[in-house]
Structure formats: C-alpha cells, structure tokens
DNA sequence: AGCAAGACTTGTACGGTGTACGGGAACACG
DNA sequence: CGTGTTCCCGTACACCGTACAAGTCTTGCT
C-alpha cells in the first residue's frame, strides 16, 4: 500500500517499527523532529533541508529517509511537536469560561510568534496528530462551556480561533522578517513606514491611517500590537455574550 | 542602489522603465504578473517555476528577469494583483457599517478561497502594493463608520480581518487538498473523518466533536463552512456593538 | 560457530530549482 | 557609421528532494 499516497503521517498502516534500543547513530524519530524544530526556528521553512537537518545529526541525508518518507511527513510531525506547546487551562467545570478562552487564546497566538514556519503548515495537512486533536478538544470545550447552543459552536470556535490564527501568523511572519533583515521590530516598523509614506499620493489618501495609527497608544510595536490582540480578543468574547443571551 | 536589498518591490527607485511600445516577444510586467497569478492558481505556490512561467510564455526562464529581480518579487506583484480583485462596498456616508463590513469580509473571504497560494503570500512581504493599500483604507473606513473611539479601531480591525484571514486560508487551502486528491470536498472530508475514527481511542475522547460535527447542520462541507462563516462574522459585529456601547 | 535475515547507513545519480554572468541581436541617436 | 541602450537567451553553478543499490552492523536460529 505504498502507491496509494496517505493522507498524512498518522494514518499510516498501524506498524510502529520493531524498536531496536540502541541505533549505531542514535536516530530515531522523536530526536529527528526535534532536530527538525530547532533548524526550522533558526533557518525558516524556506531555508529548512534535509541535507542540512541530517548534517546537525552527523549523519547523511539519505539516512533520515529511513524514519521518514518524505519531507512533508517530517514537516507534519513537526508541526504536531509545537502543537503541544499551548499549556491547556484546566477544564475544570465551574472555571469561567472567559478566562480559559484567554488563556488558551494566548498560548496559541505565542505558538505562532515562536515558531512562524507552523502558520504556513497548519493549512498544508489534515492535522490529526495527537497533540493538534487534544489542543482541538480542549478547544471544544471550552467553547461549549459558553453556553451557546450546540448547533452555533462551531462557529463559534471558527470566530475566535481563526482570529488567533491569523493574528499570530502575521505577527510571527513579521517577526521573522525583522531577523531577517537583522533590525528590532521597531527600526524595521520605522523604516517600512518611512519608505511608504514616501511614496507619490500618499498623504492624500492615508490621513485616517496616519490618525488610527497616532491614536493606538502605547510606545512599541510589541506593546501596540498586545492592546489590538487583548481588545479584539474582548470583541469575541462580547460578541459570543450576545450571541448566547439571544439564542436563549 | 542593487547591494542593499529592499523591503518590497513597491518601493524600488522610481525609474519605472523608459517603456517601448513594441517588445519583441511582447512582454511586459503586466503581462508576467498575469501568467504568474494564472499559474499559480493551476499548479499552486509549491509547483510554481520561474522556468514553467516563462515556458508559458513562449520565452526562456531569464528573459523573465529582465522586468523583475526575483521570485520573491514576481510573487509580491502577484499578491497585489489578487488584491484588486475584492470589490470593494461603496462607502458614501450614511450607508449601514455591518452590512458593508458583510460584503468586504465575503470578498477578502473568497480572495484566498479562489487563490490559495496568496494566503502563504500576505505574511511574507510587507504588503504594501497599491491595491494591498487601497483595501485597507476601505477596511479603515468601515471601521471608523462603527463609531468606535479612534484608539480602539486598529483592534476591531484586527479582530474582524485577522479572521477573516485566517477562515480564508484554511477554506482555501482544503480545496486545494481537495483538488490534489482528485476527490470532492465532501469525499475528501468523509474519508479523512472515516481514518481519523478508525485512530485507536478515538471514540473515548471525541463524543464532543461527534456531537458538535451532527448538530451543526447543513448537508455538504461547503454548507456547513458556509453557516459557520456566516455565523462567525455576526459575532464579530456583534462584539463591536458591545463595545460602542461599553465606550460611549 | 556459522549463516541468513533483517535493521540501518551511505554513495551516487537524476531531474528539478533560482539566478549570476556574459554574449548577442535589434534599434536609437550622434 | 559608430556607440549606447534595451531586450533576449545559453550556459553554468550551487542547491534541492529523493530513488536506488550497495554496503555494514546486529540479531536470532541452527
């Protein structure tokens, strides 16, 4: 059943590989996606090989491929290693549900400010690996903690944490980029901002941006961006009271 | 001005080439950007090949090159590109803010559904094209039509089109597993559920998904997504109302 | 002890990628 | 008729993922 490709790592045909305790390398899978995790926070998915992850473990490329199929594999299990990372609030019954949502809200934003390469391969596979699906129940509960009616959950669930989502991936992209670029995230906001208000017809048509961005308060970028987060979390938090006080 | 690297393409030095009519293989910016986005939606980000583009073209992979620097670049003018593509609600004052923050959001929502290699694209660059920025300003305006207090728009913003970001992507980028896997949505989305209850301790944990996935209505994928979406974006309107109120 | 059957590692090679570089063709202007 | 400038292309380099086959080492059986 190997030319019908599966569809991602964990629904591979149930042989976990008789165990030897002690490989001449030491390799194993567990030490490969860790390795695999430390080369992607360093390089970057785009500058993430497989002759390079070999290197960091002494060892050929080629070797890799025994523990693995295929790049994509690895990255998969990669991607579910980090996925563990959220510390889950405690889903005791009778703990309020807004602040289990802001906690878990806010691990998951930081998973994608630490790890920028995960934003783009969340949508890449199913993800169905142990530590995604628990994150995803825990999710579900807290989301059913609310109140709200079974059939609007969900939706629910998609309002807040696709806002998480695409708020840590633009923050953690940018993060990368202001590495990239060797500058702090407030000399590169300046200078991007120095280069676009130069631009012809600028002043024209951006007062209101320049206003909005005047008013945000706060003295850095990080700090700017921690007021957006913590409001726009409050307006999902509002919005679901509505919901649920009009759907009852 | 070559060795020291730009943040965009946008903001090169303004010599935007003294233009001849009559190219001899009529090329063009223009026209590259357009095969680009063509090609990207055929064959997808990871699949797109300088040299598959210029073959397209009838021209060699570094023809290309002579009216743009790089890939990266040839992607930025990409992004744009699709950009332009949401129409945009007209905002004569008076009109009702939810339902013009209704329309933007489906536009940007189906922008990364029809291209989903744009969503591994908007975190990449500064994004600041002409038609990245118009968006915005249209994005600012409805904004400010909510009569939210100036200092807290940029968060409202963020809440709503980090969401609408996020839901898109993730949309986008299962169709495309889709259509990689040659099956429907809804046969992609029954075998992968079909594999993922078949995991050894599935069914001990994940009463709760089983109950939510039922009672969320609707008959295909698209239908429930659909719901969801819908039903999300209400939340987001209604969190800002909560908050007009609570700040005024 | 001998040996076969794995489990693992590696060298080599293939077909792809982005793009630097230099040479040429076609045209413009003195 | 030079002499640029604009555009196009052929070649080449370094790197990528990974198929394949030939090792080597470990284990278990006779």
């Not at 194993?28 to 695999?36: F, G, L, P, S, V």
């Not at 926070?41 to 002759?51: C, H, K, P, Q, T």
């Not at 009778?94 to 994608?112: I, K, M, N, P, V």
Request: proline content about 4%.
């Amino acid at each position: 059943m190997v030319s019908a490709r599966r569809t991602s790592v964990w629904l591979e045909g149930k042989a976990p590989r008789a165990r030897k305790a002690d490989q001449p390398s030491g390799l194993d899978r567990e030490k490969i996606t860790e390795a695999a995790v430390r080369l992607l926070d360093a390089e970057g998915l785009a500058r993430f090989s497989m002759r390079k992850l070999a290197a960091g473990l002494n060892v050929t490329a080629m070797s890799v491929y025994w523990y693995v199929d295929t790049k994509d594999d690895l990255l998969e299990l990669a991607l579910d290693r980090v996925m563990g990372e959220p510390v889950l609030p405690d889903t005791a019954p009778g703990a309020d549900w807004r602040d289990q949502l802001r906690e878990l809200a806010a691990s998951y934003r930081s998973l994608f400010v630490a790890h920028p390469w995960a934003s783009s391969l969340v949508g890449r596979f199913l993800n169905v690996g142990p530590h995604s699906m628990e994150l995803a129940r825990t999710a579900q509960h807290v989301i059913a903690a609310t109140g709200l009616p079974l059939h609007l959950q969900t939706g629910a669930m998609a309002s807040v944490f696709q806002f998480v989502y695409g708020f840590g991936t633009t923050e953690g992209q940018f993060r990368q980029r202001c590495e990239e670029a060797g500058m702090s995230q407030d000399e590169y906001f300046r200078a991007a901002m120095g280069s676009v208000r130069e631009q012809p017809g600028y002043g024209e048509h951006f007062e209101r941006a320049e206003r909005m961005m005047e008013a945000r308060g706060g003295n850095t970028v990080a700090e700017m961006r921690d007021r957006d987060f913590r409001f726009a979390l409050e307006v999902q938090i509002a919005g679901i009271e509505a919901m649920v006080a009009r759907n009852s």
